[in-house]
């Protein structure tokens, strides 16, 4: 069986190439799809993050907002800027850049964006949505990975999926769109007992436990196809790729697999939430 890279900078190109058209087509009527970014005060990662959602918007002609706010911002000053971004016709897309300092309470932040602007399906009414088979917007990371798979033909029917984390924005949402897709899911998490043997039983494994080269080749079955959502401190993801990918059929890199992919469905999130406004 030839081993594939799943290559995800071609995946963003497919979608960014279908946006061109929409977004010219918004244009011509007078609208600029519009995103806007909240960052909470100053964690060197999530600036990164904010600035290449930034340069994407731009390259696209997306109008991309940065709201910076302090890292003494407490949660309810937070609260009332997303109100008022909520209430801005404007702006079609509010992104709160995750994690947001201990001493604000995220989830109620979160539950705050307005359902028709929560692009990065971060609500609990979006993510209930998503579960259910009919939310507009997924979690971008999860919506990413459905892609990939898509778009490289990888049938996801009748397949056992180890997903390896639980996190609302991305192991949970991940094993619901999989779920509803039909494949047969196992959900791992850091009291998982036994992941090695779970893993060994896995035709799709999804890494997605925030830990630097965390799964092990020899944890995988041979041809297993293996999506890591993990990017770590040095250009890392959650698999170790060198021995993963001796016994992968199919295997996303880091960076290069998963990111740009999230990044893109964003950017078609964005554009959706404005066509849904106006059309």
């Given at each position: 069986m030839e081993k594939i890279i799943l290559d995800g900078n071609v995946v963003a190109q497919e979608i960014r190439d279908g946006l061109k058209t929409?977004?010219?087509a918004l244009k011509d009527n007078g609208?600029?799809?519009?995103?806007?970014?909240?960052?909470v005060g100053d964690n060197p990662a999530s600036e990164t993050y904010v600035r290449m959602k930034g340069n994407a918007c731009k390259r696209l002609g997306i109008n991309s907002i940065r709201v910076h706010l302090p890292e003494e911002?407490?949660?309810?000053?937070?609260?009332k800027t997303i109100k008022e971004l909520n209430n801005d016709n404007s702006v079609h897309g509010i992104l709160l850049q995750h994690p947001v300092p201990s001493h604000i309470d995220e989830r109620a932040a979160f539950e705050t964006i307005d359902?028709?602007?929560?692009?990065?399906?971060v609500t609990s009414a979006g993510y209930g949505q998503t579960a259910l088979g009919f939310g507009e917007y997924p979690s971008?990371?999860?919506?990413?990975?459905m892609k990939i798979l898509e778009y490289y033909k990888i049938q996801i029917d009748g397949k056992h999926t180890v997903v390896v984390g639980r996190s609302p924005i991305l192991g949970k949402p991940v094993s619901a769109l999989l779920l509803n897709a039909?494949?047969?899911?196992?959900?791992c998490h850091s009291r998982t007992s036994n992941l090695p043997e779970i893993l060994k039983q896995a035709d799709i494994v999804v890494a997605a436990v925030g830990k630097p080269k965390f799964i092990k080749g020899s944890w995988l079955k041979e041809g297993s196809i293996v999506l890591d959502a993990g990017y770590n401190k040095g250009n890392v993801g959650d698999v170790d790729y060198t021995?993963?990918?001796e016994v992968a059929g199919a295997i996303t890199p880091v960076p290069g697999g998963v990111g740009p992919?999230?990044?893109a469905t964003l950017m078609k999130h964005t554009v959706e939430s404005t066509e849904r406004f106006y059309v």
């Open positions: 929409r977004i010219e609208i600029i799809p519009c995103l806007v970014t909240i960052l911002t407490s949660t309810s000053e937070l609260v359902i028709r602007k929560d692009v990065d399906g971008c990371t999860p919506g990413a990975i039909n494949a047969t899911v196992t959900t021995s993963c990918y992919v999230t990044i």
